[in-house]
């Protein structure tokens, strides 16, 4: 894989995981979690979550090529581990108690020095490589037979910046005022319908557990 594809296929193919069932439903927990806090304090913890959640798929990606095939199971066990969360946490809302759900949680998460929540839930979805980078884990499984550390540096890389991509337009949508508006007023309406948002978690969470068993 030359510079240009090396570099322009993750960054696209992470685009495209940002709209995936199952990293919705990560972008929607991020959310719930900085609901109603400051504009800057929003930001600060976008920009932790997508750094962090970089770091921690590119790290997937070292251990990939590291090795090999076997690291395919692992992936599908998160996803089914991922996805049960999902429908844990939306049955929580379908029966009312999100409220006594997100109180402990968010201060909780909150008072690890300030950014540590949201550091804490982009090392949970970082264990997630939704399934639109399977490209990417081609070319690194592929060169795994050959090892050494060229090839483990370059599964890091690549999935670094899919992961990057993975949540990018997250943090650039609570850098623009007029997005970040429209995401309070989004989240203010799922606290007030949590139906809609049980629904959603709870039908992502059977996605991800299907994509981790069919294989």
Not at 85 to 104: C, D, E, I, Q
Request: hydrophobic share 60%; net charge positive; charged share 5%.
């Amino acid at each position: 894989m030359d510079g240009i594809s090396g570099v322009l296929l993750p960054l696209g193919l992470g685009l495209l995981g940002f709209i995936e069932p199952c990293s919705i439903g990560s972008s929607l927990l991020f959310l719930q979690l900085v609901e109603g806090r400051p504009a800057a304090t929003k930001v600060m913890q976008a920009v932790v979550f997508t750094l962090t959640r970089a770091v921690m798929v590119g790290l997937l990606g070292a251990a990939a090529a590291l090795v090999g095939t076997a690291f395919l199971g692992f992936q599908r066990a998160a996803w089914v581990g991922l996805g049960a969360l999902y429908v844990v946490l939306g049955l929580v809302y379908l029966t009312g108690h999100a409220g006594r759900l997100m109180r402990p949680l968010g201060p909780s998460l909150g008072r690890l020095s300030g950014t540590g929540g949201a550091a804490a839930l982009a090392v949970l979805f970082g264990l997630n490589i939704p399934a639109c980078a399977a490209p990417l884990l081609a070319v690194v499984l592929g060169s795994a037979a050959v090892g050494g550390s060229a090839q483990v540096a370059q599964g890091f890389f690549m999935l670094a910046l899919f992961g990057l991509a993975l949540s990018l337009p997250l943090t650039l949508a609570l850098l623009w005022a007029p997005a970040r508006r429209a995401i309070d007023q989004l989240m203010g309406l799922s606290a007030r319908v949590p139906v809609a948002i049980g629904l959603l978690l709870a039908l992502f969470g059977a996605w991800s557990i299907y994509l981790g068993l069919k294989g």
